[in-house]
């Protein structure tokens, strides 16, 4: 099996809050930043989503606090879609400090949403692989 995705993120001072440490919802928004990476390295851009008339949405997630993170600290952010049947797929992912400290787990529920009837494609796995220079970067 082969490594997740990663991306390198390095926490800036205005998104610690009171106590020093990051404020929960920026670790949504450094999974959401390493899921937007990985499109881009399999090579879809938003630009091309919109041409073929879909996007991605974010159906359930879940994260797990497991050590805080403050200014300055470095970590890799981890994406790994997980594919089953249907219409829609799991997204997995790590954040961990450069000393090996995992700082959160999320898992989520995620689909690709045809834009003009405003409901999931029947399978998200056909868009990506045709979308993608690189679809083996979702597994596929």
């Known amino acids: 099996m082969a490594e997740p995705f990663s991306v390198p993120v390095t926490v800036r001072g205005y998104e610690t809050d009171v106590q020093g440490h990051v404020n929960q919802a920026v670790y949504v928004n450094y999974a959401e930043h390493a899921r937007w990476s990985l499109l881009q ?28 993170l403050r200014a300055g600290d470095e970590v890799e952010v981890t994406c790994d879609f997980i594919w089953g049947e249907g219409k829609t797929f799991r997204v997995e992912q790590t954040i961990r400090k450069s000393d090996g400290t995992v700082a959160a787990e999320i898992t989520g529920v995620g689909g690709l949403m045809d834009l003009k009837e405003r409901k999931l494609v029947a399978d998200p796995r056909d868009y990506f692989r045709a979308l993608a220079s690189d679809p083996g970067r979702f597994g596929l």
């Not at 991605?56 to 497991?66: A, G, K």
């Open 41 to 68: 390295a399999a090579g879809i851009s938003q630009a091309g989503l919109a041409a073929k008339g879909v996007g991605p949405v974010s159906l359930e997630m879940t994260v797990r606090y497991r050590w805080e």
